[in-house]
């Protein structure tokens, strides 16, 4: 499957980018392999201008997506390189899939006072969503979920970062705000122009029967009242990580305290599952999924989540999936 137009306009970007960065370079130091890699990326451009940015050069059909995304230089498609090539890029995304399944929080996980569940799924090999469980204190739990911009290599790559940062903020820290103005800060320097992170991150205080949630421009998670069994969305403020350097993101990003009680509970999930695409290109949206989590919130953490996956899976049929799907399920017990 081809690229999408949103994600060639990201392409052309990153492009851009990068040709600017090699012509300072060129300006100041012209080799050849400078002058190599200016040329290439200038025929890319013209492909994208003429429509034919994404043809394998010898064969003529679509190059695969998730290699244009780890290099949008990339002009020949798979089947295209030579076996010897096709081995060694397979063998290095095996590894690369291995490595990222290993950052995961292992299944099977608990903590007082809270039943906790969750499904992960990659559109390709690697994945550019993160989710995790952090043990804050003796008393609180933090609870991350994210969604690195892109898709591929590159957006795994910043996923492990983000984990790395994240983790060595959260620990004894109560504050979610603090926290992702502290990963904020760090991360920025370091993602490129074209790259984001939107992250949601929760801290669970089950003495307190509490959460305290802050948000950087992550679809808001949904709150499932069981007296009242109403749904509502967490609309706390904030802006995505990586496209501020401090002063603006600090302004935005605050703490938002919300009390519990026994049977509430909370979702948190990436956009792979309200944009997941039915055979007419309609999308599963976030109605439906607020009713499959109303009509399941009762039955634990892990039912909701089997609930969640079973109506997106009848909704898109034998539509492929192209965007990585998380989400986590939270019940206070």
């Known amino acids: 499957m081809g690229i999408q137009v949103t994600d060639l306009h990201m392409l052309r970007d990153q492009l851009v980018v990068r040709r600017q960065k090699l012509e300072t370079a060129v300006a100041r130091t012209e080799t050849a392999n400078l002058l190599q890699l200016l040329e290439q990326v200038d025929r890319a451009l013209e492909r994208v201008d003429h429509g034919s940015y994404g043809v394998c050069e010898v064969c003529k059909t679509s190059v695969e997506a998730e290699r244009l995304f780890a290099d949008p230089l990339t002009e020949i498609c798979l089947d295209c390189l030579k076996p010897s090539e096709q081995r060694a890029l397979e063998q290095d995304l095996n590894l690369a899939a291995r490595i990222q399944a290993g950052l995961l929080p292992k299944r099977g996980f608990s903590a007082a006072g809270w039943n906790v569940a969750y499904h992960y799924e990659p559109a390709g090999q690697v994945s550019g ?56 800060r760090q991360l920025y320097p370091d993602i490129k122009e074209d790259m984001f992170i939107s992250m949601a991150y929760l801290v669970l205080d089950h003495a307190r029967s509490a959460v305290t949630l802050a948000r950087a421009g992550h679809d ?14 967490l609309k706390t403020p904030g802006m995505v990580v990586g496209i501020d350097s401090g002063d603006v993101f600090d302004r935005l990003t605050t703490d938002v305290a919300v009390e519990l009680e026994a049977g509430d509970c909370i979702l948190l999930y990436t956009d792979g599952i309200t944009e997941a695409l039915d055979n007419e290109g309609n999308e599963f949206g976030l109605e ?46």
Not at 141 to 168: Q, T
């Open 129 to 184: 969503d993160y989710f995790d469980y952090i043990k804050v204190d003796d008393e609180r739990l933090g609870v991350a979920i994210a969604d690195v911009s892109g898709k591929g290599i590159p957006a795994s790559l910043i996923m492990a970062i983000c984990r790395s940062v994240l983790r060595s903020q959260a620990i004894g820290n109560p504050s979610p705000a603090d926290v992702l103005q502290k990963v904020n």
């Open 288 to 333: 439906r999924t607020t009713a499959a989590f109303r009509s399941s919130a009762k039955e634990g953490a892990q039912a909701m989540v089997n609930r969640l996956i079973d109506d997106l899976r009848n909704f898109v049929g034998s539509t492929p999936q192209n965007d990585d799907i998380t989400l986590i399920t939270i019940r206070k017990t």
């Open 220 to 233: 808001a998670p949904l709150l499932y009242r069981a007296k009242s069994k109403t749904v509502e969305q």
